[in-house]
């Protein structure tokens, strides 16, 4: 990435992305190898005016440090420093960027999937808070990449591609279309683009569907809808006007389904990490809305042990429809990472839901929503199920099946 | 650093510097730079039975960016999150371990001092609780320094010798006789170090002392003590009774005086750094206690703008004696960091005093122990002002003056 290309990026993400305003505070998340695209976007943010921007560095060897030498008697304990933190990004609406690109991928491979779930489930616990102001779009947020060499060489590994000499430069040559970063006005291109899923979600909002089906190699799976589920995509807004796009890049549209009418199999088409261990060769099966079964062919246990969170663990909090057409999906590449990956294909979240893909939601107590059929998770985590060989249709109330995307394309 | 010598390293600074105990929680404070240091303590840490381990992580390339550009509208802002993460600290006893090494010692040079003023004062405010808690050792406390390439770059060329072609390394071969690394028992050394400062402590209480005074080239300085200022080496003690090393190296004994009777003028020996800029050649003046003028040959604005901080940045907190048979000193050397240099001199402190080194103070009010001559204030900066051409002698209670430090030996 160039001086030029990151401070291009920096301002597509701030301005655009997080509609930063002046008097704002920003929170940016990475690790130290995302120094330079994180300190292009403080600059930005005190160029715009902000009161306060604060770098969250994780450093994950010293959570492996963590996840193995931690005594037993800590596991569960939820950090009040942690709590007190994310409390206040909530409380002074802390705008949230959080840049993604690892220092080194495979760090948390081998680690103890029981005891990263016992410690991740405590932090969850700490910033429940601060999850449900993400979900319920309360304060503005974006997931966006930045490449690292370690996770360039893993991408063009796992590819039919010789892995280059810089992957790092070869993996943003990658990224820069997908971020629509190629455009003569990046900023006008990312909007276009959003205007364009909102449109979508319209379309399919128009067709008042009752669910969705999949059906393709080792999956056919059916996903039930509430009326009050509503498709989104392109974006959203807080409550105070501010709009914002939680992902770059995104090309999904979905909803928040009703839970309790999941029914059937699907196989992931795409690898995901939990606590920083890649699970690939997945597969999910459903009954009357509970995850009954699962298996995968790595890292099985931390998919066992991270369904074990909570009961909204194992149901279905979000619905996401990807077809191929989109840059990312044409790259060709498994990117290993859900932010892109998911954008790639069509999805299910195990997990919390969406408000704002859920009509008149936020006026059901938490704790009660559930029971409608919205599910409340501490958690939330994308499954791939889609690839040009799944066939996706829709059902309507009056029970007529339309095709949603075939080969591998929008029908709709 | 050997992967082996740091790991001695971080033992004694876990184990031997902070006492620390299964159950205690440990915050690591440095910049990226001094990472490997920084994992090699959390590690230890866990080892001991740590609860929490967490590295503040600074950015002096943020920092510069808030210095340039955050809006005049926000200069004196008192972050409510920092406040908090340091109430935290104390409410839960973290021991904190301050690693010193910049990346960039550079850096600050030519940001504007009232700014970083402003903003300092406002981060002194918000910390003031944690200073407290410092200052009065309610928690376990260590700083100490970890070589990088720059910092040995500045050293050498600093001095006589030519810069060698490995900086850091060499800054470190330099590093560990100064911090007792090499003796077959480090920890031993440590401790048996310690011990000798504390006996050097309680011959100068047995003195009566109510003054001391400097003398040499530019310097007649007079420090008034107290019948209750308390000679102090070696170490602290927390309410919990951790014996705990505040500064890894340490070479002096100090007191905190009775800052109404300073008077004179006294030359720094060795440069001191405000907000990262170095201040070179400063001079200090006072009567009656006051700080009445001042003048440096470099940044001379920060110091003028550093003590405008509050009232007592403009009066004594502490004086300090160390001789020249330390191997600080005798390394010849100037290493730009006042946790080393200060080890080096003697030196006077502008700002706040230490409980321990007053006796009785901790019964006294905050905000009324100024009166009675203990100093009260948010900040402490160590100003060095002994060489061997300065002469130290003390006034005891007959008035009989007697020689402290001649030649750059200790007499007593």
């Not at 399919?204 to 080792?218: C, K, Y």
């Not at 998919?303 to 790259?331: H, K, M, N, Q, Y």
């Not at 059902?395 to 949603?404: H, K, M, N, T």
Request: include cysteine; aromatic fraction near 8%.
């Amino acid at each position: 990435m160039t001086e030029r290309e990151m401070n291009a990026y920096a301002a597509v993400l701030v301005d655009t992305c997080l509609d930063f305003k002046a008097g704002g505070r920003l929170r940016i998340a990475c690790e130290a190898v995302n120094r330079e695209l994180a300190l292009a976007c403080a600059r930005r943010a005190y160029e715009l005016g902000a009161r306060a921007v604060r770098v969250d560095w994780s450093d994950m060897r010293l959570a492996r440090a963590q996840a193995d030498l931690l005594r037993e008697d800590w596991l569960d304990d939820k950090p009040l420093l942690t709590r007190r933190i994310f409390e206040t990004y909530v409380e002074e609406g802390w705008s949230s960027l959080n840049i993604l690109g690892e220092e080194d991928p495979s760090l948390m491979e081998g680690a103890d999937p029981a005891r990263l779930q016992r410690m991740g489930r405590a932090r969850s616990l700490a910033v429940k808070n601060y999850h449900d102001a993400v979900i319920s779009n309360r304060i503005a947020w974006c997931v966006a990449p930045s490449p690292t060499a370690a996770w360039g060489k893993a991408v063009f590994e796992g590819s039919k591609r010789p892995v280059p000499a810089d992957p790092e430069a070869a993996l943003w040559k990658e990224l820069v279309p997908i971020l629509r970063l190629d455009a003569p006005d990046p900023a006008r291109a990312v909007r276009e683009h959003m205007e364009a899923l909102q449109e979508r979600a319209r379309r399919l909002n128009g067709l008042t569907l009752r669910a969705v089906r999949f059906r393709g190699p080792g999956t056919d799976l059916t996903v039930a809808l509430a009326p009050e589920s509503n498709w989104i995509g392109g974006g959203s807004v807080t409550p105070d006007g501010r709009n914002f796009y939680p992902n770059l890049p995104t090309e999904e549209v979905f909803a928040s389904p009703d839970w309790r009418g999941t029914e059937g199999r699907a196989a992931c088409t795409r690898p995901f990490d939990l606590y920083g261990q890649k699970v690939r060769g997945a597969w999910i099966e459903f009954k009357a809305g509970q995850l009954v079964d699962f298996g995968a062919d790595e890292n099985a246990d931390a998919l066992a042990r991270w369904v074990e969170t909570d009961p909204g663990a194992r149901r279905l909090g979000e619905v996401a429809l990807v077809d191929g057409s989109g840059p990312i999906f044409r790259s060709g590449l498994v990117f290993g990472n859900a932010l892109i990956d998911e954008n790639a294909a069509c999805h299910v979240a195990l997990g919390s839901a969406y408000e704002e893909a859920y009509r008149g939601i936020e006026s059901v107590a938490e704790g009660e929503r559930s029971k409608l059929g919205f599910n409340e998770s501490m958690v939330h985590e994308d499954l791939m199920i889609g690839s040009d060989a799944v066939e996706v249709t829709g059902v309507d109330a009056s029970g007529r099946e339309l095709p949603l995307i075939s080969k591998g394309r929008f029908a709709v």
